[in-house]
Nanobody
Framework: QVQLVESGGGLAQPGGSLRLSCAAS????????MSWARQAPGKGLEWVSG????????FYAASVKGRFTISRDNTKNTLYLQMNSLKPEDTGLYYCAKATGSWPGKDFSEYDYWGQGTQVTVSS
């Protein structure tokens, strides 16, 4: 069965960095686009970043562009999110999601599997 397991969250100071990982299993990882989304306390789910199945193109929400970097290692079936210059507004539960195809869109209906999430807290 499909499994997505996020890790790497934690507490970081403003301006600090964290690297999230998402270990995928149960499907052909290299055949699907993947994305990261987050949910801040009391707010709705926000798409953060997406990547094509072959790592050729990446996409970012305006709020994280220039600070976050999405990548994937198809040999390890793992998705990553490098987060630099963290801000308190980056606090939230971060999820990785498997797209139904090769396009990492912002519409959550385009995703069929989600991980359980990893908590990121940015605070001094």
């Amino acid at each position: 069965q499909v499994q997505l397991v996020e890790s790497g969250g934690g507490l970081a100071q403003p301006g600090g960095s964290l690297r999230l990982s998402c270990a995928a299993s149960g499907f052909t990882f290299s055949s699907y686009a993947m994305s990261w989304a987050r949910q801040a306390p009391g707010k709705g789910l926000e798409w953060v970043s997406g990547i094509w199945r072959n790592d050729s193109d990446t996409f970012y929400a305006a709020s994280v562009k220039g600070r976050f970097t999405i990548s994937r290692d198809n040999t390890k079936n793992t998705l990553y999110l490098q987060m630099n210059s963290l801000k308190p507004e980056d606090t939230g539960l971060y999820y990785c999601a498997k797209a139904t195809g090769s396009w990492p869109g912002k519409d959550f209906s385009e995703y069929d599997y989600w991980g359980q999430g990893t908590q990121v807290t940015v605070s001094s």
